[in-house]
């Protein structure tokens, strides 16, 4: 079963780049992920936090890509961002200072729960991107879009 992840907001960074995962969110990595986050770059100025079977998961479907320049080029960008974080006795992990400088992220961070990753924001990057979503369509316009796309939610998935 996938796991699915909730969102928090206003969590501190201390100086050496360690934050907190929420108790619910350490909750849901399963064994296999070894309590462990792979941390890479994201989109939108975010970076991801796959625990680390998923990671594996996602990198073997890359890896499945055909070989083109521009797929080389993605893997490189993807994996060459890529660090290994272990959720330590205190519940916190670590971001690099080059992952940190890469998404802008300072002394407060954002945790956006996206399926079987996690976004990492700057609070203020996170907040800009809220308000544009808003502007550019409504939620309830979003939603009915993917429902329709996917055929609505199944009992059971």
């Given at each position: 079963m996938s796991m699915l992840f909730s969102s928090f907001e206003n969590i501190s960074i201390d100086d050496k780049g360690r934050f907190s995962i929420p108790a619910s969110l350490r909750a849901a990595l399963s064994p296999e992920a070894d309590s462990s986050f792979m941390i890479v770059r994201?989109?939108?100025?975010c970076l991801f936090a796959y625990p680390k079977d998923e990671w594996i998961k996602f990198f073997r479907a890359l890896r499945r890509l055909p070989v083109t320049a521009e797929n080389t080029r993605l893997r490189r960008r993807i994996t060459g961002s890529l660090k290994e974080t272990k959720v330590d006795g205190q519940g916190r992990v670590t971001l690099t200072a080059?992952?940190?400088?890469?998404?802008?992220?300072?002394?407060?961070?954002?945790?956006?729960?996206?399926?079987?990753?996690?976004?990492?924001?700057n609070a203020d990057t996170w907040r800009a991107r809220k308000a544009k979503d808003e502007e550019s369509a409504t939620y309830e316009t979003d939603f009915y879009r993917a429902m329709g796309e996917i055929g609505g939610l199944a009992d059971g998935e």
């Open positions: 994201g989109t939108e100025g080059d992952l940190k400088t890469l998404a802008g992220i300072g002394n407060e961070i954002v945790i956006v729960g996206d399926g079987e990753k996690l976004e990492l924001w």
